[in-house]
Each structure stands twice: as C-alpha cells, then as structure tokens.
C-alpha cells in the first residue's frame, strides 16, 4: 500500500497542535488511514495530487464544495475581478442583491435569499425563523439525517444537553405514517419539518422519496401550518438548475443551499416563501466576514455557469457512464456493486456485504491506483469530469478489482 | 446631507429579494440611514469608497476583520500563492498544522487550536467543550455581551426559546459578588464562564476591568473548576501579540479569536489548554469549507505581519493620536468628549448625552466630510492608519464638529 511520509510528518506535527491532528469530515477515521492521503498540495480539475506527489482522480470534490471543477477559470476570474476592489467591507457590495435576484430567478418558490458561511449556519437559521412564524418549538427530521454540527442537529454527542434536543422529533425516511403519528401526538406544536430532497447519510444506502412521499409531506405541512424546510446543502443545483425539490414535485416554504454554490467560494443562502419575510427579518443574521463580496461574486460567475452549461444533466450523463463502467469492471471479477441515490452523486457498496471490509479494501486499492472513491460517503461529480477522465476512473478502478480479487 | 442615489437604488433592488434589504450588523438600522452608505464599492489601505463614488477615511475596518489594512500586499501574495494550488480540498493543506503551531506559538497557554469560519462558530463549540469536559450544563456570561448569534447568546429575540437560555445566567460585568452568587446558587453545575477582555458593548461606554478583576475570575474558576472561556474575538491580536489575556494578567482555559486573524480572509479559532485535548475531539467540529487553504495562507501571513511589526503598539499609537486630536477639535467647539475602551478600538461619545442624537448627527456630518466614525459601535484602526491619516481624518471631524456648533 502507499507510501505516504510527507501525510504521516505533517500529521505527527498536527496531533501535537490539534486536537486529533484532523477533526471532522477530513479526519483519517472518517476516510481509510493510511490508505487515502492526509494533506492535498494542490488540485485542478477534476484532479488532486497530495502532499507526497501522488495523482487522483477526484470523485468527492472537497465533500461537494466544487460543483465546475478545482480552478475553474469562469469562477476564478469574476473572484479575481471583484478581489481587486475588496472583499470584506463595513457594507454589502452591489453583488449581493444581485445574487439574491439571481437565486430568486432561478428558483421558483423563493422570493427572498439571505446569505451565511456554513451550511449549519443556515439549517439552524431556518429552524428559528419556523419557530417565530409560528409561535411553536418543535422540529421534525429525518432519523440519520445529518443537517450540520449545531446542538439540535449533530451526528455527535460530545457537549449536548438534553435541552438541545428536546424539541427535536425525528421519523424515518418515506414513512408518512410516522410523521402522521408524530404530529397526532404534538398537534399545534410543530413549528418546522426538515428533510433532505433524498436521504443521504453517510454509512449507508442513499435512499430516494418513494413516488408521491415529498408532494404529501408538503401537503400535510400546508394543512398543519408545519413550514416545510428543504435541506438542499449537498444537492443543490446538482439534480436541477431549479433546486432538487422540482425535480421530487414539491415545494417548500424556506430551502437552505451552500455546496455547489461558489466552487469552493465560502458561501451558503437560505431562500424562502413571501409570508415569511417579515419573520425572517426578526430572526438576527450576521458574522463577521458575511458581506464577503468576493464569496458573493463567485457564486454568482458559478450559478450562471451551471445554468449555461445545465451542470445537472452533465452531471448525470458522466454519473451514469461512471456507475455503469463500474458496475462492468466489477462483474469482470465477479462481483455486484449496488448503486444508490442519483447518478450525480452516487453511494456504492458490494451487494454482498453491509460491514464495509471489503468496500474499505477496494478504495484502498482504488486510491493506490490513482482515482479517489469514498468508501462512507456519497462520491460527487462536477463539470470538469468528462467522459476520458470517468473511463481512466474505471480503468483505474478495473485494476483495483482484479487485486482485490486476487486478495480474497 | 449626502446624496446617495446609487447606494438607494442598489437597497430598492435589494428589498425585493432580501428581508429588510440589508440584515446584521450592516444594516442601514444599525448605522445612520440616510447619513452612512448602505453599498461599498471598492477600499484600499485604510479608505473605503462607497457606490456613488465617495471617498471615506475609515474607522471600522469591516467591523474588524481588517487588521492590516484593506487589499495588504503581503497578505494577498500568500492567498495568491495557496489560491494558485486550491483552496477547498478533500483533506487540509501543509497550512492547516503550520496555523495551528503559529498560534500555539504566540499565545502562550494554548496547547492546541482548532479552526472554523465564524465567531459563533467557536464561542458555541467553547461552550459545548465545557459541558463535555465537566458534564455540568450551565454557562455564565456578562450582561449585554455579545458571543455572536447562536441561539444561546444572540442579541434578538426571534425564534429563540426558553430552552436556548434556560441554562445561561449572566451577571454583571466587573462584578465578582456577582459571579460568587451565582456560583453558590448553583454549585457544581457551571460548566463554563465566557467573557470578552473588556466589555464592549454596542450602544454603550466599553468598560476595562477593574485591577485584578480578571485574575480573580480566573482564581474562582479554578476553585470550582469551571472552565474559563475568553471571547476574544473582536480584540484578539489588537491589543497584545500574545492575545488579549496577557494584557490583563490571566490565562483562560480556552480562547476564541477571529477578526483580526485573515485580514478580510474567512477564518475563525479556538485556542485551549493541554487538560481539554480529549474533550475537544469529543465535541464534533466540521464545515463545507473549513479546511480552505486560503484563508489559513492568508492568517499565517497576517499574524507574522502582526507580530514583525507589533501591530498592537502601532494601533495604540495611532488610536491615542486619533482620540487626543478629536478631544482637541471637539473642545474648539465647546465640545467635550468621552472615550472608553483601549485607543486601539475606542468608543466615542458626548459627555452630555447618553441618547446618542448628538452622536448620531456628528457622526452623520462627519461621514459628509470623508470620515466614517460609528456612532453605536466601538471603532478599529489598522495597520494602515498612518499619522497622516489620523491627521486628515481629524480635519475632518472639525469640519463636522464646526457645523454640529453652528446647527446647534
């Protein structure tokens, strides 16, 4: 397996100065240590290479954050552009509402935007503004859904009081019958019912609305005064230019964007319904880099890029050709992947083993060979994936199998 | 007063897409509508000129974040040099590690650091670390002290509810009796106690600590070992090299320091002593962008810049002659004026109001004559403040001064 001394030194340097040498999303434990690198040098495109000169082929995106491809020069150019004036300044830029009208044209439910820094900073944003609109506290979400790192939401449990979560309800993903149950037993209580477009925890099967689910979980938010939160974090304007939600056939009250918006620019945006304007400006919003405009003139070069370009469809048709290559090269040496969640953004595992052993072995193997697969988590595709890189992907990866068959 | 059509037209368009137009601590509310801008267009060193082309010497510096001045080469060059590798990746940058060791080197009681991309980010991890590392659920903090807009601590109102607060008590600032009452009332349930170095409220006089005021918290903390959180936040790296602490002669178990760290640059942290390492891996910790390379290029080059040149020796200089040469003009006019707070990000008021119309009007006649002087907030200086822009920026401020006595 690799050899990676420049991600082992740098990392024996960090465990002195931070707490784990790595926390969170990029921790080694959350990815295969020893096997995928630690520390990335530079990237571009749809590649990367780590802080020992290794080459992949990238098929996270950092965890999303990437929706055109690392460096892309549409994106890097408008940033540049609005860098040569400033970015943080004591007032908004011009670009800001610029963006708001941008979102708001492009999405079909929205009348406002306001704009954050995290993804949690928004999904908790949201949960605030349900509870003023109605007067109520309670939150419905999705057993295992992960919404962000703030109290009422975190996959951890390290600090939480139980005051954090005790208005927190959760059902199961496409179970109208829990929600039903929850809501008979907290009638007039519930404030907001937050989801994802399709469930996407990490650890497990990705796991799309049964036909009709997302259409009736609006109408029985509609009919119980529940607002209807949207968590398109991760999927944002990678399913439809739209937002995910006109791809499922419903609408929500408030939607909450961020990783496809600004190719890596540092920005998130809450969009929402006209009736809750005026509950959307008592809930207070700021920090201190949040006028930001270079963020703010990012995201607006990367939306109409993905508009332009329709990213959504490219980012199907080079899933698709990603998930069926495997699923090939895979049956060459006699084994059956199992693909989950949309093309754009696949889940893979063998069919024969929900341990994850064996699925840990391959992308080891994979990552040797050159192509970044994540054995835990959603994989993600961007713009500057294009069919030679998706069949170097699947050759890289056929190699991975036949070691991988000959080990076991 | 100054006629500000671009700056109205670009908060007409906005309104229709943004509740209130403009949110936060930018909002047109929070400052002087009508008097200051409400749109930036572009800032260099320490001047900013807003949409309609008007020049501004400026004393807010983005509300801190920018400690060298706006657009600083030596900052800039290093996230040029990081943006040309990438700035969001699947795992951190070299940067990441190089951060943590700058800091753990020039503050010296931490151990550790750890990074994210708000203020609130870090005071709502501090206090989520006290409550894992002593299993006690409550949290002292000051009256009127701002720790950001989590729930727990926002100065609004919307969408909070009782469980938010029911466990944060607050007592007032410089009153240790206080602190021993609530101590005793709730005996071995503190988990930890948040303050800034001084009070610095807005709309209100900042106050220093009275001598051995913050020694002597620190002494009751460690008795009933509770965790003594500093919110450096807005003055960190401002008033010492080392963090605001050793100023006044205490160590804090942990310390969350953002504004003056990236110079504009999205980044935040928590710094904390040997003792919480375990507890803060605990305590789960991630972000979209939180390993961009970027920002921690352009903290590690601002925090060298703020250390070669002993920033907080220049801010102090440069404050002194600013609030010295404002007495100076005001007295001109039969004006006298109180500062409070460090020379470095001084408060200004009229000694014979507490109303603030006074203010507001001075400051409403100063931006009028380039200068923008906030007439609810604590001002910042910068590196980029030389003598001769306190000097101009004092011209100013007669001119407006002499006609604040003429329309008086």
Redesign the interface.
Known sequence: MPNLPESME?FR??S?????G?????SPAAGLPGA?????????GCR?W??DGREYL?F???????SLG??NPIV?EAASRQ????????????V??EL??K??ELVDFA????FG?????MT?WA??????FTGR?KILKVQGAYHG???WC????????E??V??IHSFPWNDLDAIQTLIARHRGEIAGLILTPFHHPAFGDSQMPEKGFLPKVQKICNKEEILLILDD?RAGFRLAVGGSHTVFDFEPDLACY??ALGN???I?ATL?REHL?????????????????V?MAASLACLGEIQASNLPAHLEKVGSLLINGLSRAASEYGFKMVFSGPPAMPFMRFQDETNFFKLQRFCALAANEGV?LHPHHNWFLSAAHDELAITQAIEAARRAFAKLSEEL
Chains 1, 2 share one sequence.
Not at 16 to 20: A, H, L, N, Q
Not at 36 to 41: K, L, N, T, V
Not at 277 to 293: E, P, Q
Request: with cysteine; net charge neutral; charged share 20%.
């Open positions: 740098l340097r960090a002195k100065v931070i707490p784990g790595i926390y969170g999303h990029a995928f690198p630690y520390y990335a040098e530079k990237a571009n990367y780590d802080v990238d996270m995106c950092g965890y999303g954050t990437i690392y460096g890097e860098r040569k004036k400033g970015s943080v300044f004591n007032h908004p830029s011009a800001m509402p708001a009208e979102l708001t009348d406002w935007a306001v820094k995290n993804g949690s900073d908790s949960i605030q503004v349900a509870r003023e506290k790192v703030d109290p975190t996959p951890g449990s390290g600090g939480i009081i005051e954090d005790s208005h974090i961020c990783k890596g620019y540092n998130s929402g304007r005026i509950a959307a400006t008592k809930v207070f919003l700021t920090g201190s880099y949040w006028n930001d405009a963020s970044f």
